[in-house]
């Protein structure tokens, strides 16, 4: 009865898309290969932000404000993926969402599944917070009229240089890149690479 048992078992958990390397008790199933990027989301705020850039000193720290809503943001999130696998060792990543926008039957919990589906297929595998400050808040005590924002702390947690609109110069689209200046920058900080 035992094997019968064992075998229905199996059959369940094929169907179910899983498999089973031993019968009844004589090795543990072999662990499978997961294809889903390992990206977490938490909820918090600039403080938390703070507190990270501080834990971190010794490393350059970049953290990009951005939001599902902001197509540029979306379209340069992609160059933090790249610096983060890029430089490891030496900097530390982190993505601020600032989707929630403060409407009392949206918190900023209701934005968590489309931020983390942007965040898988991007393999963020790095710290992601979810901002539990509305936005306007969040922008009024930043100072920041708009998004995206990159902010690079240097080596001694001091913020050495924030990439925003501000930047943006006479006859280029974007006030900024991470290919055409943040990454440069971030080299030069790291040791002028």
Request: charged share 25%; net charge negative.
């Amino acid at each position: 009865m035992t094997a019968v048992r064992a075998l229905l078992c199996s059959a369940v958990l094929l169907s179910c898309g899983l498999t089973v390397s031993a019968v009844a008790g004589d090795e543990k199933p072999a662990p499978q290969p997961s294809t889903a990027a390992a990206v977490e989301l938490q909820p918090g705020t600039w403080k938390d932000i703070t507190a990270l850039v501080a834990k971190h000193q010794g490393k350059i720290v970049v953290v990009d404000v951005w939001s599902t809503s902001c197509a540029p943001c979306m379209q340069e999130f992609p160059g933090l993926v790249r610096l983060h696998k890029s430089y490891p060792e030496q900097v530390v990543c982190i993505s601020l969402n600032v989707d929630y926008v403060g409407i009392k039957n949206k918190p900023a919990d209701f934005y968590r599944p489309r931020v983390e589906a942007f965040l898988k297929k991007q393999q963020a595998q790095f710290v992601n917070i979810l901002c539990t400050d509305e936005s306007d808040k969040f922008f009024a005590e930043q100072e920041l009229s708009s998004i995206p924002a990159v902010y690079v702390f240097g080596k001694d947690g001091k913020l050495a240089k924030r990439f925003d609109e501000s930047l943006l110069q006479e006859g280029r689209e974007e006030a900024f890149t991470y290919e055409a200046d943040i990454v440069p920058f971030v080299k030069q900080l790291i040791g002028g690479k």
